[in-house]
C-alpha cells in the first residue's frame, strides 16, 4: 500500500443539534479499492457520504478531519469545493429518476458537467460526454445522447447518472445504494460496471449499502457502521465469513433470508383463489386515424390458484406485468378475458353488494410505505377504512376494540392509532399497512413488493411477523417480489412470470433448487448471494 | 430565521387584509357619502378636509376608493367562488373516470380557453346588460377552466398513490374517493390558486368597469375612477393615480400572499 491513501477520514463527528449522528469515524480508501460502508438505515452512512463531500445539511456541524491526496477538505472554502466536487470526488445516488432533469437530453446532462468545471469548447464537452456515455455502456443504444430521462429505463438512468459521476474522470467515486432502486439483473449489470470502471481508471469507490449481499458481491474491504460508529472493519472475504461483532451478524443473517419450512401440503381443499386466463391488454399510442392502436398485452392468458391458508409468490423483474396482474386480482381493472374465482364465487365480474361482500375475503399491502397512506387520516381512520364493506358496520366501541386487536397482532401499541402515519418509519407503517388489511379478516391478502422499499433488518422482521399471522389466522398470501431471496422466505410455492406469462411454477424449494425455465436460472444467478461472493 | 420569502408573505398578507379590512369597512362607514355629489367642492387638492382631495364633481376621493374596494373585493371573491364551485367538481371528475368524460371536460374547458377572455366578458355584458352581477358571471366562468385543469392534474398524480388503491381494495368508489382522499390534499393547492385568481379577478374588474361593463354609475369603482380621470389627466393627474395605486398595490399584495403560499407548499 502507498504511504498516502487516496482519501482518509480522520477521526470525523457530525452532529446535528445534541444528536450525535456519526462518531470519531476514521477509515481510508486506496487507488483501485472499493470500500462497502453497510449498516442499517439511520446508521450514519449516507451522512458520511455527503461528510465527506462536505454537503452537509444547514445546522450540521463537522469535527474531524477529511483528506484527499492529502488535502483537507473540510477547511476549504465553498469555491474550493466547488471545484473539487465533480472533477475530484463523483457521487451517484439511489433514485437514478430524480437525479436527471426530466427536460434535459442525456448527453447535454453529461456535457454540463464537463463545462461546469473549466473552460472547454462544447464540441469538446460533447465529445468528453459521448465518451463517458460510452464508457458505462450505453454506446449500444442508438443516439443515447440525444434522448430523455423519461424514454430510458431505471438502470440506463443510473448508467447515466454513473457517467455525469465520471465524466472529468475523478479520483473517487461515491455511490450511495446506487442498485437500491433497480431489480435483480439491472444491479447485477451496474455493480459489474462500477466493479470495471474502479479497474480500468484506478478509481476508489465507496459504495454505500444497507444490503449486505450487494457489499459482498462488489467490495474489497466492509466498513460496518451502527450508530454512527465503526463496529467492524476488515477484508470482505474475512468480515462475511468470520463475522466478530453481533451486528454484522444480524446484518448477514438479514441479507441471507433462510428458506421457509415447508408447510404440510394443502390436499383435497378446494382453491380460494382461482385466476383462470387472465388477459390484460393496454392499447399503444396511436399511430394512425385511421387504423385501431395497435395492443400491447401486459398479461397474457395467466392462471394460478391458492388453496387456504398457503403462502404464493410470484416473481419477475419489473415490467413483468405482475403489478398488472394483481390489480386484475384485486378487481381495480376489468380483465379482457379470464376469471376471478374468489372463495369460490366470481369476483372479476361481481358488482354491488355481492363485490363488496366478496371484497371483506381478500385484502392488500402495497409497496410504497410513504404513499399507502392519506396524509392526513389518522392511523385509527386508516385502519378502519375498510369497515366501508360491512353492510352493518361495527358499533365505535366494537371498532375501537377490534383495531386495537389488529394493532396488537402487528406489533404496535393501541395508542398508535390516534397518531398520523407521518410520525412512523417505513416499518412501521407497512404494520399499519398489514393491520389495514386484516380488519376484515381476509381469507387472502395479497402483497406488492410489500417489502421491497424498507431496510435488511425491518425486512426480515415484517416477514417473521407475515409467517406468524399466516400460521396462526390460517391466512393464504399472494406474495409478489421481484426479490427472490424475499419470496424463498415466505412462500411454499412460486410462480415465475415473464412478459406476461407463467414461465414456471412449483413448490418453492424445487423451483429454487433445478429451475427448468431459461429466464428462473437467469433471474437465480443475476441474484447477489453472499457465499459464493466470498469463497 | 426568516428568509425574503417569509418577508414576502408577511407583506402579502398584510395588503390583503388591509383592501379587505377596507371593503368590509367601507360597508358601515366612509368618511364621506361616496355618491354625494358637491359641485361647489370639486377638485380640492388632499388635505385635511379630504384626504385625497375631490373630483370634478366634487365627491370625496378617499371615501370613492373604500367604496371601490367594496365592489372590487365582491366581484373577485364571487367570481372566485363560481369558479371553484364548478371547476373543482368537474377536475375531480375528469380525474377520477378518465377516458372519454376526461377527454370532453378537458375539451370543453379548452375551448372557453380559446377566447380572449376581455372579449367575451364584453359579450356576455353588452348581451344581458352592463352590471356588477353579470361582470361577476363573465370572469367566474374564466375561472372555472383554471380551477378544473388544476384540480384534474393534481388529482391524477394523487390517483396514482397506493392510498387510493386500498380505498378501492376497502370498496370505495370514484366519487367517494374524491371527496375523501382527493379534494382534502388539493385543498392547499387550490387555496394558492384561489388567491391567484382573485387578484386577476381585482384587474379583470377594473377593465370591465373602465369600459363601462361593470358596475354602473352611482356604484363607485376603481375603473370607472380611471376613466373619469382620463379627460383631467392634467389638471387633475392624482384623480387617476389613486385608483391606479389601489389596483396596482392590492394585485402586488395578493401575488405576494399567493406566491409565498406556493413556495411553502413545495417546501
Known sequence: ?535 | MRSPRGVGVAVGAGITLAFIGMAVLAQFWTPYDPQALKIIDKLQAPGWQHWFGTDQLGRDVLSMIMAGAKNSVGVALLSVVIGLGAGVPLGLLAAARGGAIDEIIMRGNDLIFAFPSLLLAILITAVFGPGAGNAIVAIGIFNIPVFARVTRGAGLALWTRDYTAAARVAGKGPFRISFEHILPNLLGLLVVQGTIQFSLGVIAEAGLSYVGLGAQPPTPSWGRMLNDAQTLTVPAPRLALYPGLAVLLFVLGLNLLGDGLRSRREQ
Open chain 1, 1 to 535: 500500500m502507498t504511504a498516502q491513501p487516496l482519501l482518509a477520514l480522520d477521526s470525523l463527528g457530525v452532529s446535528i443539534g445534541d444528536a450525535q449522528i456519526v462518531n470519531n469515524l476514521s477509515f481510508h480508501v486506496s487507488r483501485g479499492e472499493i470500500v462497502g460502508l453497510v449498516g442499517a438505515s439511520g446508521s450514519g452512512k449516507s451522512m458520511t457520504a455527503l461528510a465527506i463531500m462536505q454537503l452537509l445539511p444547514v445546522g450540521a456541524r463537522l469535527s474531524g478531519a477529511v483528506r484527499l491526496h492529502g488535502a483537507v477538505l473540510s477547511t476549504m472554502s465553498e469555491a474550493e469545493l466547488q471545484g473539487v466536487r465533480g472533477r475530484d470526488i463523483g457521487m451517484v445516488f439511489q433514485e437514478p429518476m430524480t437525479a436527471l432533469n426530466p427536460s434535459m437530453r442525456i448527453g447535454d446532462q453529461v456535457a454540463e458537467t464537463v463545462r461546469l468545471h473549466g473552460k472547454v469548447s462544447s464540441s469538446k464537452a460533447n465529445a468528453m460526454a459521448r465518451d463517458a456515455l460510452d464508457s458505462v455502456g450505453l454506446r449500444g443504444d442508438a443516439g443515447a445522447f440525444d434522448r430523455y430521462p423519461h424514454e430510458l429505463s431505471g438502470g440506463q438512468r443510473q448508467r447515466v447518472a454513473i457517467a455525469i459521476a465520471v465524466v472529468l474522470r475523478p479520483s473517487l467515486l461515491i455511490a450511495d445504494e446506487p442498485t437500491t432502486a433497480l431489480d435483480v439483473a439491472t444491479q447485477a449489470q451496474i455493480l459489474v460496471l462500477l466493479r470495471e470502471l474502479v479497474r480500468e481508471r484506478r478509481m476508489g469507490l465507496i459504495l454505500v449499502s444497507h444490503d449486505m449481499a450487494v457489499i459482498a458481491e462488489a467490495t474489497h474491504r466492509i466498513v460496518v457502521l451502527h450508530e454512527g460508529a465503526i463496529v467492524e472493519e476488515g477484508r470482505t472475504a474475512e468480515v462475511l465469513l468470520h463475522p466478530r461483532h453481533p451486528y454484522t451478524k444480524a446484518l448477514l443473517a438479514a441479507a441471507e433470508l433462510p428458506p421457509k419450512r415447508p408447510s404440510a401440503p394443502v390436499i383435497s381443499s378446494s382453491p380460494i383463489l382461482d385466476v383462470r386466463g387472465i388477459v390484460r391488454e393496454y392499447p399503444r399510442k396511436r399511430r394512425s386515424f385511421w387504423h385501431a392502436p395497435l395492443k400491447f398485452r401486459a398479461v397474457d392468458g395467466v392462471s394460478l390458484t391458492i388453496h387456504p391458508g398457503e403462502n404464493v409468490g410470484l416473481v419477475g423483474e419489473s415490467g413483468s406485468g405482475k403489478s398488472t396482474l394483481l390489480r386484475a386480482i384485486l378487481a381495480l381493472e376489468k380483465p379482457q378475458a379470464g376469471e376471478v374465482r374468489l372463495v369460490g364465487e366470481a369476483f372479476s365480474t361481481a358488482n354491488g353488494s355481492k363485490l363488496r361482500r366478496l371484497r371483506r375475503s381478500i385484502q392488500a399491502v402495497f409497496q410504497d410505505p410513504y404513499g399507502s397512506f392519506d396524509p392526513q387520516w389518522s392511523v385509527e381512520r386508516l385502519i378502519a377504512e375498510p369497515y366501508y364493506l360491512m353492510d352493518t358496520p361495527p358499533s365505535v366501541a366494537e371498532r375501537r376494540r377490534r383495531i386495537a386487536a389488529v394493532l396488537d397482532q402487528v406489533g404496535l401499541a393501541p395508542a398508535d392509532g390516534a397518531r398520523y402515519p407521518h410520525e412512523f418509519s417505513g416499518g412501521q407503517r407497512q404494520r399499519i399497512a398489514i393491520a389495514r388489511a386484516l380488519i376484515t379478516e381476509p381469507a387472502v391478502i395479497a402483497f406488492d413488493e410489500a417489502v421491497s422499499a424498507l431496510d435488511v433488518l425491518v425486512r426480515a422482521q415484517i416477514l417473521d411477523l407475515l409467517g406468524e399471522l399466516s400460521s396462526k389466522l390460517k391466512l393464504a398470501y399472494l406474495f409478489v417480489s421481484h426479490d427472490l431471496n424475499v419470496v424463498r422466505a415466505i412462500a411454499d410455492r412460486v410462480y415465475v412470470m415473464q412478459r406476461g406469462r407463467i414461465v414456471e411454477h412449483g413448490p418453492t424449494a424445487s423451483v429454487f433448487a433445478s429451475p427448468q425455465h431459461a429466464y428462473t436460472r437467469e433471474l437465480l444467478a443475476a441474484a447477489p448471494r453472499i457465499h459464493t461472493a466470498s469463497a
